[in-house]
Structures are given as C-alpha cells and as structure tokens.
C-alpha cells in the first residue's frame, strides 16, 4: 500500500515557529517523494497559515482533532466542515493524549470518526494500549474495543481510513515498541478491522506511531502492513522527518 507519513505537531510550536517549519518543509521535500503521501497536522490555530505556506506542494494539511457537530453553540469547538474549507484532509482522531489528559470516551472518537468521514476527510484513528495494560496481557482486549466501538457500522464508500497504532509507553519516551510487537499488533488490528468493516477493510492502512525516528523508521517498514507513521518528536525537525519519509 502506498506509505503514508504524519507529522503530529501537537502544541509544541508558536504560530511563527510552525509557518517557518512549514515553510523549511514545502522548501525541502514539498516536491513530494514517490509512493508517499505527507501530511502535516499543525495545531487549530495555524492550520490557516501552514495550509498556505504548503499551498502547490504536495504535502498535505491535517488537524490534530475536530469536532462532530456541524455549526452552534459549542465554545472552544471547531467543526469538521471548517478544517475541510481551510483545506484540511487528514484528522487524528483519538489521540491517546485526548483519550488519557482530556477524558475523551470511546464514545466520543466514535462520533469524531464518522463526522470526519461524512466531510469527506480521512480520519487517523489511534488506538493503543498502556504499560499497565500491556503488563497485564490485555493489549488485544484495548484494541479490540477501540476498533469496535470506533469502527461499527461505518461504511467507507469514497473515503479512505487511517489506523494509527500508538502503543501508549512507546509515545514521547524514546521507548519505541519492538518491530515483532509492532507485527503482531498490526495483525490483530487489521484482522479485527476487517471483521468490522469487511471488504473496506482494503482501504485501510495500519501505521505505527510512538518514538519513531530516522534511526528506527527502517526496522519498522520491514514488517508486514507497516504503511507509515505518525510522528510527533522527530517531525519538528525538517531534516529528520524527511529522514523518516525517505526510509
Ligand atoms: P512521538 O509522538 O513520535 O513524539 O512519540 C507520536 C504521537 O504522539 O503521535
């Protein structure tokens, strides 16, 4: 499948900070590369100014989140239909930082998913489990409801999906999970996703997420239905993000 690479930008840029990276970005790989598709997800407030600094590259625009609802009283929201006018294609939904800091239910993602879906973006689901529960043997359990409670009933039709596996000990520690744990992770997810969605299930690709870097993005897209990654530390760097793009 053809790779997919996400720069998770998070909060961790001032509005200056992200139109200069975008900008390094557009400068040094906004070209593209063949068989890969770049997406840049920058924070709510810069989408508009990154979206233009990217305007005629081939690097494409994301949001790290979005709401479900369309239009109204909602404080603080911003709706699916305006990523989409600012040019957004990609939204990260389900975050383990949303899921764990913000108390974003299964729920929750569930709605996000398919509002995202309906403006005719392509969601980046993230599913993953924590140390504790790894320890515990429940990995399979975490991303069997995530994916169930996220993925039921959806019908794809012209959109594309997404799964970004994200084991959560692995993210922002330099831990990264180990290429066979990735394997077999992204076994089960695309078993599960294919009882779920059927014959869908070919349009989606799985990615791995948490400490990926130019060191370790190699080992990663050896293994079977590794279509990427979503990056977050190593995508504020231009030069090392492409690293990651170029493995
Ligand atoms: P990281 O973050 O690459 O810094 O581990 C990944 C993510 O949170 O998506």
Redesign the pocket.
């Known amino acids: 499948m053809r790779r997919i690479f996400i720069a ?1 930008w ?1 909060m961790q840029l001032s509005h200056d900070e992200a139109i200069s990276l975008a900008k390094e970005m557009a400068k040094k790989f906004g070209k593209g590369l063949p068989d890969r598709d770049i997406v840049v997800a920058p924070d709510q407030t810069a989408i508009c100014e990154v979206g233009k600094a990217l305007k005629g590259t081939e690097i494409m625009l994301g949001a790290q989140d979005s709401f479900w609802e369309e239009k109204g009283a909602f404080t603080g929201e911003v709706s699916p239909a305006e990523l989409r006018n600012l040019g957004c294609l990609y939204v990260i939904v389900g ?3 949303r899921r764990q800091k913000l108390g974003e239910t299964d729920e929750v993602v569930a709605k996000k998913l398919r509002a995202v879906l309906k403006d005719g973006m392509t969601p980046i689901l ?1 599913v993953g489990e924590t140390q504790a529960e790894r320890d515990a043997g429940e990995t399979e359990k975490i991303l069997e409801r995530e994916l169930t409670s996220a993925l039921s009933g959806v019908k794809l039709g012209n959109t594309e999906l997404v799964i ?1 596996y ?1 084991p959560i000990w ?4 330099g831990n990264a999970a180990e290429p066979k744990d990735v394997r077999a992770e992204h076994g089960l997810i695309r078993k599960t996703t294919e009882e779920i969605l059927g014959g869908d299930a070919e349009k989606v690709r799985i990615i791995y ?4 870097s130019g060191a370790n993005m190699k080992e990663f897209l050896a293994e079977p239905d590794v279509s990427g990654a ?6 504020l760097k231009a030069d090392e993000f492409l690293k990651i793009i170029k493995s």
């Open positions: 998770n998070k975050h383990s930082e993230c970004a994200e692995a993210i922002g520690t997420g948490g400490s990926v979503l990056v977050g530390g190593a995508s």
